[in-house]
């Protein structure tokens, strides 16, 4: 994604217009970041050319929480041409210690299935994992073993993993077109950049989460 200043101090542009105090315009743009969105890893909930806010972490992240972070160095180009992180955006599903698990496309969490009505799934299709039963399937996911895989390798079907102390589970909504966690691994909690908090343009989009 592309950070955007721009996009900063329209909103604040915008929420002085509206009444909101100088002393918190003063303060907003060290606490939030705005960026564009380039990809629709996270349809239908945040759509490519969506510009967002987040807000920089000072707390504990939760499960269901859209994060932005640092892209892993287990992933496929995790920087952009200049070297520095790709920042990317997903859905924490999973905190540490806690078994995951996808079968049939249903995500388990702790043997309990989530009711994901914020998930789409494109692809009618569903493929079975090819991986098969292979030995040491938890140290090759952590190490980012399955990173360069396709979908029809890892299948609709994967796990389970526990996650790693200090890490999180990820996932895009947008399942089949998303490049997540099933595929480079955990997501060390030092990676994070914060909560997405808000659409804040296009208008028509606009929204909190």
């Not at 315009?25 to 606490?31: E, G, H, I, P, V």
């Not at 994060?67 to 200049?82: L, W």
């Not at 399942?175 to 296009?202: C, F, Q, T």
Request: hydrophobic letters at 40%.
């Amino acid at each position: 994604m592309d950070a955007s200043s721009a996009g900063i101090w329209l909103y604040v542009f915008i929420k002085r217009l509206f009444g909101v105090c100088a002393a918190t315009a003063l303060t907003f743009s060290s606490s939030y970041h705005a960026y564009r969105v380039p990809a629709a890893s996270m349809e239908p909930t945040i759509l490519m050319g969506d510009h967002i806010l987040v807000k920089k972490l000072g707390h504990e992240v939760q499960r269901g929480n859209i994060i932005a972070f640092d892209a892993p160095a287990s992933s496929v180009m995790p920087t952009e041409k200049s070297g520095k992180p790709k920042t990317w955006i997903k859905r924490v599903l999973g905190l540490p210690g806690d078994r995951i698990e996808i079968r049939q496309k249903q995500l388990l969490v702790n043997n309990i299935a989530l009711n994901e009505s914020y998930c789409i799934h494109k692809d009618p299709m569903t493929y079975p994992a090819s991986l098969g039963k292979i030995q040491n399937y938890q140290t090759l996911w952590e190490s980012g073993g399955f990173a360069k895989m396709r979908r029809e390798q890892i299948g609709d079907d994967f796990g389970p993993i526990l996650v790693p102390k200090d890490s999180y589970f990820v996932l895009g909504d947008n399942r089949e077109g998303s490049y997540d966690s099933r595929y480079w691994g955990a997501l060390r909690k030092d990676l994070v950049v914060g909560n997405v908090v808000e659409i804040y343009a296009p208008l028509s989009r606009a929204k909190e989460f």
